[in-house]
């Protein structure tokens, strides 16, 4: 079982990155998806998640109307798509995938590995 980040990268303000997070040996039909970020010398904290048996997407205020979360099922991966970025969206950048339906948590399942963001001013 393994979730695979990828799509970081470097941007200026006001850009666009997609961010890709394939499952192997799991499907995200029973499992809800958080994204989570983390800057320097700054705590964790949740970003946007989903879950698709009931289906539901949650953002933090601070992405909202900027950051949409989607899920491609052929191809078994979760996407952050992440619009009119700020220098304050610089950050590592983790998905990860629990049993159930809450996606406000810190304790999941499995984790990505993270992939950094920088958004330049």
């Known amino acids: 079982v393994q979730l695979q980040a990828s799509g970081g990268g470097l941007v200026q303000a006001g850009g666009s990155l997609r961010l890709s997070c394939t499952a192997s040996?799991?499907?995200?039909?029973?499992?809800?998806v958080g994204w989570f970020r983390q800057a320097p010398g700054k705590e964790r904290e949740f970003i946007s998640g989903a879950t698709w048996r009931l289906p539901s997407v949650e953002y933090r205020d601070s992405v909202k109307g900027r950051f949409t979360i989607s899920r491609d099922n052929a191809n078994n991966t979760v996407y952050l798509e992440m619009n009119n970025l700020k220098p304050e969206d610089t950050a590592a950048y983790y998905c990860a995938a629990r049993r159930g339906t809450t996606m406000r948590t810190n304790f999941y399942d499995y984790w990505g590995q993270g992939t950094l963001v920088t958004v330049s001013s």
């Open positions: 040996g799991f499907t995200f039909d029973e499992y809800a």
